[in-house]
């Protein structure tokens, strides 16, 4: 049982330190297009809002909730494998 506990808190510290460094880094690739896209359109208004906005829409988008899969995948796969080990 006790390794059990071990695996799951070692297990939900890791996947959050990669969580955490993949939602940085797909956020600063979000901020590298945007800032792309308004030097392209020559511009326009205020830099800053531009890119808060663009951000604001990345926030509410289904590729930052994605990201989450991070917990529920390697979950999913080590209870498949203690699964057929024990009960096949």
């Given amino acids: 049982m006790l390794a059990l ?7 939900f510290v ?3 330190v990669l969580y955490v460094v993949l939602s940085l880094w797909s956020r600063s690739v979000r901020r590298r297009k945007l800032l792309r896209q ?5 511009r326009p ?3 800053e809002r531009f890119v808060e906005e663009g951000l ?3 926030d509410d988008s289904i ?3 994605l990201i ?3 917990y529920v995948v390697p979950v999913c ?8 080990t024990n009960f096949h």
């Fill in 5 to 11: 506990a071990r695996l799951v808190v070692i297990g």
């Fill in 14 to 16: 890791v996947l959050s």
């Fill in 38 to 42: 308004w030097e392209e359109a020559g």
């Fill in 45 to 47: 208004g205020d830099r």
């Fill in 56 to 58: 604001a829409e990345y």
């Fill in 63 to 65: 590729r930052r909730k």
């Fill in 68 to 70: 989450l899969g991070v």
């Fill in 77 to 84: 796969i080590v209870v498949a494998i203690i699964y057929f």
